[in-house]
């Protein structure tokens, strides 16, 4: 990949003036535990709260030495109920065996009506989690940052990759039955977490801080299911009030998995979005590492639906019409002036005519196009999640 280059970082850097100081005057954390899964907390700032049982223990694996045996062990380790692999460190297989463990309040009949759902809404759920949440992830300066300086920064595809398994895992048939893989995915990635924390306080490029806060993944969180979810009502995709429960449900399962404190886990979507409206404001914005990584990820979803076409054009306006203009600016997406204004007015009656609101003879012939786009950044992010399996770094990117 390339460097940041001068360019890149002056077309970024007004934007990033404009929006003021990122994380400087933020205001103080104000979600009441009350509308958690928890239904109580202590309240504290999540932006100070890391993870204090995985944290310490891979921060041990890697000064250890550990982590290249315990990434060979677990490679094989793929189902929920599958049992961990001899041989692993002892404080690591203590932890791995009380972190797989599903909490108290998760509901198995939530969870496979969720599995449904995602079925039955699978090409808008893909669409928005996988291409949707990965233009919001590039315009969330700490993840931008923290994505671009780590190792997974400097081979993007591989980055996808394993971002994506994630995903698929969550929106599989059977995520968290005994076949399924999500419990795997997830104690997988919250020991990656741990580990980037540990290892980007090490880069010359990192500020010093410590990244991946509560508030972090709560951030990221939100651009996945609370985002999909209000893109799906502003569509006006049908969806009962039992489906739309079992879908946050498997999301809260996934964050509690993934090790986010219950009292930061949103019980109802009513306290979702209130909280993703405190959350992402102060947490979003324009960088130049955010700038690159767009551009990299939008020019390997146009080389793989058509390459030397006019793909890149319309992969450019389907994500700007994903999420908005004002990400899309933050991301330097280009403005199609032919794409733009049909996809925004196509994707709609799309939507209508899969759902069987209107008929076939009023949705225009260019929607076609629009729709294998669309299949095709689905088909994307498929095909690179299962190119690879999640393991624990043990550097930040390359120099």
Known sequence: MAE??????????????????????????????????????????????????????VAALIDRGDVPLVNELLWDWNRNDQPLPAGLPADLRDFMEQARQLPTWADRVKLERAAQF?????????????VGGGMLSTAIPKEARAVYYSKGGADMEDRVAKTSILGFAVGALNAYRPDGDCVVQAVKTRLVHAAVRHLLQQSPHWDGTIPISQEDMLVTWHTLPTFAMRRMRDWQVPMTTADTDAYLHVWQVTA??????????PATWAAANAQSDQVL??????????????????????????????????????????????VADWDKIRREPVWGPLISTVWPLLVKFREGLIPLPLVPETAWVID?????YILFYL???????IVIPTMNRPE
């Open 256 to 265: 509690h998995m993934l090790g986010i404190r219950d009292e930061y886990i």
């Open 4 to 57: 940041l280059s001068r360019r890149k970082i002056l077309i970024s850097g007004g934007a990033l003036g404009a929006l003021g100081a990122l994380g400087v005057a933020t205001p103080a954390w104000s979600w009441s535990p009350s509308g958690s899964i928890a239904g109580a907390g202590a309240g504290a700032d999540p932006r100070w709260v890391w993870d204090a049982e995985a944290d310490p223990l």
């Open 372 to 376: 294998e786009a669309a299949r095709q």
């Open 383 to 389: 095909t690179k999640g299962k190119e690879t399996k």
């Open 281 to 326: 404001p102060r947490n979003m914005g324009p960088t130049p590492e955010g700038v690159i990584l767009t551009d990299i990820l939008l020019g390997q979803l146009a080389e793989q639906t058509s390459p030397g076409s006019i793909s890149r054009p319309l992969v450019n306006a389907l994500a700007r019409y994903l999420v908005g203009d004002q």
């Open 118 to 130: 995602n079925k039955s809404r699978g090409i808008y759920l893909n669409l928005l989690n996988g």
